[in-house]
């Protein structure tokens, strides 16, 4: 793996959690052969990892990096697994819920969605991947994005389970309890400004609401005469799991602009005025401070580095330098990310020989 430094010191175990995925053996098969349903297992509790040292911004020392193409690649098809399990226990939810001994609720919807949030911080672990195989020219890259894309795709689809009215009222009963809190408390930026919706304050509301029925449900029924109330009450309990789940059929409304899953990459491009050029670069959803990237530069007819461009003078972002015989200008992510942060697509200016660009629209990845 690629060796760079992250930033928080570990408080929960989640890099010794990094380090005993690294320690599994079954890694080994990666540089013998074919790997197993073991090693890909394997790959995908690495994965989850460091996604969590990424998205709780933790310091991993020495074992941490970015896993290589090949082990990514086997991690998201071990993770396709997880995902459809992940899909059998949303649909399994309320039955197992009727079924479970008074208590033991709030185990059922925990376990559902660590399992959840071991898909989405994985999901920052593996752009990386998807990254750094494209920044290196991987032969795997268009494998790995693909695969990438396809898992993102399954994982939408459990979404739209889990976000059914019925489920995230049962998920709400973990409002307050730890497991939310520590993690909202520990998520560090971009991953705090685009919290999933179990960590956006989704839950808090609908138990807000739940709370205020009960509330008015038992005013009316202390209104009542005893033996009406009692009958009224013993009609409530029969139709709802508990008095704090009042199930309802609609689906939650959730805002277009909220992502659910984390972007691993966004491909932002240019074209030149004759049309002839276009550059493009790949931009990480998770800024690791002292990255490098690449802006590349191609022709249009054939999409061939355009190396005839060697030596241009570009200013990308504010950031000034020249391309190299490859078509390419290296730049580092700390030089140009506040400015990227800052603006909207269509904003960020790319000049070649002191001729501005178009921008395109981001293709996300």
């Known amino acids: 793996m690629t060796t760079f430094r992250s930033l928080r010191e570990d408080l929960y175990g989640y890099v010794d959690q990094l380090r005993e995925a690294l320690a599994d053996p079954a890694l080994n098969e ?24 990424r998205v709780f911004g933790l310091d991993a020392g020495e074992d941490d990096g970015t896993l290589p193409a090949l082990e990514a690649i086997a991690a998201i098809e071990a993770l396709e697994d997880r995902v459809a399990e992940l899909a059998e226990a949303v649909e399994t939810l309320p039955q197992r819920w009727d079924d479970a001994p008074v208590g033991e609720e709030d185990a059922l919807c925990a376990d559902l969605l660590e399992q959840r949030m071991d898909l989405w911080v994985a999901m920052a672990a593996l752009g990386e991947a998807a990254c750094e195989a494209f920044i290196d020219a991987d032969p795997l890259w268009e494998t790995l994005h693909d695969k990438l894309q396809g898992l993102a795709e399954k994982i939408e689809v459990v979404d739209r389970q889990m976000q059914q009215r019925e489920i995230l009222e049962l998920l709400s009963t973990l409002v307050g309890t ?15 400004s685009f919290a999933p919706y179990w960590l956006d304050g989704t839950l808090e509301e609908i138990d807000e609401e739940l709370q205020k029925r009960f509330e008015q449900k038992s005013a009316w029924l202390s209104r009542l005469p005893p033996r009406r109330a009692g009958a009224a009450a013993a009609r409530e309990q029969a139709a709802r799991r508990t008095a704090e789940i009042i199930l309802a059929t609609r689906v939650l409304s959730v805002a277009a602009e909220t992502s659910n899953l984390v972007e691993p990459l966004a491909m932002l491009s240019w074209r030149s005025p004759d049309r002839q050029y276009y550059a493009a670069t790949l931009w990480p959803s998770c800024h690791k401070r002292g990255q ?3 802006l590349r530069v191609f022709r249009t007819q054939d999409n061939q580095p355009a190396t005839e461009l060697a030596g241009a003078a570009v200013e990308f972002a504010g950031v000034q330098s020249q391309l190299t015989p490859n078509a390419e200008m290296p730049y580092k992510v700390d030089d140009v990310y506040e400015f990227v942060k800052a603006h909207s697509p269509g ?8 001729i501005p660009w178009e921008e395109e629209e981001p293709d996300t990845r």
């Open 30 to 53: 990666f540089q013998t052969g074919t790997p197993s349903p073991e090693a890909k297992q394997a790959a995908a509790n690495v994965a989850v990892a460091l996604g969590y040292c």
């Open 347 to 354: 904003t960020v200016p790319l000049q070649i020989n002191g």
């Open 292 to 294: 490098e990237l690449k």
């Open 178 to 192: 730890e497991l939310l809190n520590n993690w909202r408390q520990l998520l560090v930026e971009p991953y705090r």
